[in-house]
Nanobody
Framework: QVQLVESGGGLVQAGDSLRLSCAASGRTFSSSPMGWFRQAPGKEREFVAAISGGGGNRYISKSVKGRFTISRDNAKNSVYLQMDSLKPEDTAVYYC??????????????????WGQGTQVTVSS
């Protein structure tokens, strides 16, 4: 059974940083792309970032480029989202996702097979 568990969310002030973690279990994911998405109240799910299985290719949304960084540690079956210079508009529930048989990064949420339960990030002004 594949499981993704996010952690690291919280309440911060504008300009602060947070690091989200996503731990995967159930099998080895070193060849599978993984991604981060977010959803704010009343809004559609939004792509944030994706990373290839080996970590060499990264795809960052324009809305967070220059502020957010995605990385992974395959030895720990984990993916991370470093969020710097946070803004109130970054407030959302953040989800990590796994594209089990993917061969490239994607911003299309339909490509992803497994999802975590989400972690809340709230940025106050």
């Amino acid at each position: 059974q594949v499981q993704l568990v996010e952690s690291g969310g919280g309440l911060v002030q504008a300009g602060d940083s947070l690091r989200l973690s996503c731990a995967a279990s159930g099998r080895t994911f070193s060849s599978s792309p993984m991604g981060w998405f977010r959803q704010a109240p009343g809004k559609e799910r939004e792509f944030v970032a994706a990373i290839s299985g080996g970590g060499g290719n990264r795809y960052i949304s324009k809305s967070v480029k220059g502020r957010f960084t995605i990385s992974r540690d395959n030895a720990k079956n984990s993916v991370y989202l470093q969020m710097d210079s946070l803004k109130p508009e970054d407030t959302a529930v953040y989800y990590c996702a796994l594209d089990l048989d993917g061969t490239s990064t994607s911003s299309n949420y339909q490509r992803y097979d497994y999802w975590g339960q989400g972690t809340q990030v709230t940025v106050s002004s």
